[in-house]
């Protein structure tokens, strides 16, 4: 008994002793969200609609040059690629201009309809400076146009056979950026805005110049397969003594931007 | 040990308890938000039935992430499904926190929280003096409340985020624990 009361005494005295020591404290808590949602822009400057006429023996031979046609301005949160595709309804086919409306009877024997989309050449003013994981002949379409006298696929657009709009492999031209995920200055570049980076050469602005050469016969010497190699003018593809329908022919040029991923 | 001193501390919390930080704009980006006053705190220490001259407070803040599997130096993810750019790191927000004498430690001007999850941020330090209320200088810790002393025992936390361009898309959190405590 008398133990039991030493106990309690104890006990009573520590509680006593941890009442008379306890810090008094309190505390409220603020929760921060963040979102950071992200942001690819791309202003495009340009025609509706880009007309390349040819009425004249010299332009057949010389072609036309839309210089600075269009003005491409990027703004992203992100890293990212831009490119260019070739695209057309497809009612003469996939990976071939759109016919509108044939002239006459459409020409002789060896007279096609069927243009491929790579016979557009593109130039862009600022080199791609963030590709260097690309493997195919032409990263970008910074070469300057070739003469027409030495034909070349280093401006031919990047065309999808299937026409579905898939994006161009690590073989094919990428105007900023290029195919895959290894990274800023291999593959992406990094997000920014041409509203910040100043110069109008850095990585966010890109004059596009477009350029047709029919040459005569009008085969259009230019047009080159995606890997910038594989000859598709009219010769190449269909035989000899070929050469385009006179008529009025539509495609359009998709840019792409998206996140480096 | 020292026995306890005051009678009672508590703080009052004015204002949301969950602030967002949306960046939907690329001016947002460049440019930041702040959100200003977007947490008051209301200081109560009360010594009125001990008398104890001693009585003092500090007030200091701490960040958490919430999460072990965070680094130590990162907002919390809650979404994210980009893979291109660093998650943002603590480090991205300024707080500013004042009142009209001007008492916290930082001088009433935005200032970069630390780099590091739970690294203290004293506001009111424990500088074994007592500056009673109503002296209206730096560091004001004596008993005191906001009915009585408003400009000294009212906080006003102003919070400013620039995330800048680069960083991976997501939604992120942090939480910021205010810590009234009684100086023994």
């Known amino acids: ?261 | 040990m020292s026995a306890q001193q005051c009678d009672l501390v508590s703080i009052g919390l004015v204002g949301q308890s969950n602030i967002d930080f949306t960046y939907d704009t690329f001016s947002k980006y460049l440019g930041g938000i702040t959100q200003n006053g977007a947490t008051k705190l209301r200081v109560t220490v009360d010594n009125s039935i001990n008398s104890n001259p001693d009585c003092r407070w500090n007030l200091v803040i701490y960040v958490e992430n919430g999460s072990g599997a965070t680094p130590n130096t990162d907002w919390e993810t809650l979404y994210s499904q980009s893979v291109s750019g660093p998650t943002p790191t603590i480090d991205l927000v300024q707080l500013r926190v004042g009142n009209r004498c001007n008492t916290p430690l930082q001088g009433n001007q935005f200032f970069t929280i630390p780099p590091v999850v739970s690294t203290p941020i004293v506001v009111i330090s424990n500088t074994g003096i007592t500056i009673p209320a109503g002296s209206c200088v730096t560091n004001v810790n004596g008993p005191g409340n906001p009915t009585t002393h408003y400009d000294e025992y009212t906080f006003d936390i102003d919070y400013r985020i620039v995330p800048g361009i680069g960083l991976k898309s997501g939604i992120y959190q942090l939480r910021f624990k205010y810590v009234l405590t009684e100086v023994l």
């Open chain 1, 1 to 261: 008994m008398r133990t039991t009361r030493l106990l309690t005494v104890a006990g009573l005295a520590m509680l006593t002793s941890t009442a008379a020591f306890a810090q008094l404290k309190d505390e409220k808590d603020v929760t921060i969200t963040m979102d950071l949602q992200p942001i690819l822009q791309l202003n495009m400057s340009t025609p509706n609609q880009i007309d390349f006429t040819f009425d004249d023996i010299n332009e057949y031979y010389g072609g036309i040059t839309k210089y600075g046609a269009t003005i491409l301005k990027v703004s992203s949160t992100v890293n990212w690629d831009l490119y260019a595709i070739a695209r057309s309804n497809g009612n003469v086919g996939a990976g071939f201009w759109d016919q509108q409306i044939r002239y006459g009877t459409g020409g002789s024997g060896g007279a096609t309809n069927r243009l491929p989309l790579s016979l557009l050449e593109l130039r862009q003013t600022t080199v791609n400076a963030n590709a260097t994981a690309a493997t195919g002949a032409f990263a970008d379409y910074s070469t300057a146009f070739p003469a027409v006298a030495s034909p070349a696929g280093s401006n031919s657009i990047y065309v999808d056979p299937a026409n579905v709009g898939t994006p161009p492999s690590a073989a094919n031209k990428y105007i900023a950026g290029h195919a895959g995920t290894t990274a800023t200055g291999a593959d992406g570049v990094a997000g920014g805005s041409y509203l910040t980076a100043g110069a109008l050469t850095s990585d966010y602005y890109y004059s596009i110049d477009y350029r047709i050469v029919p040459g005569l016969p009008s085969i259009f010497p230019m047009a080159f397969a995606a890997d910038g190699t594989t000859a598709e003018d009219l010769v190449s593809a269909n035989g000899a003594g070929s050469y385009a329908q006179p008529g009025v022919y539509t495609m359009y040029v998709q840019y792409m931007i998206l996140e480096d991923q």
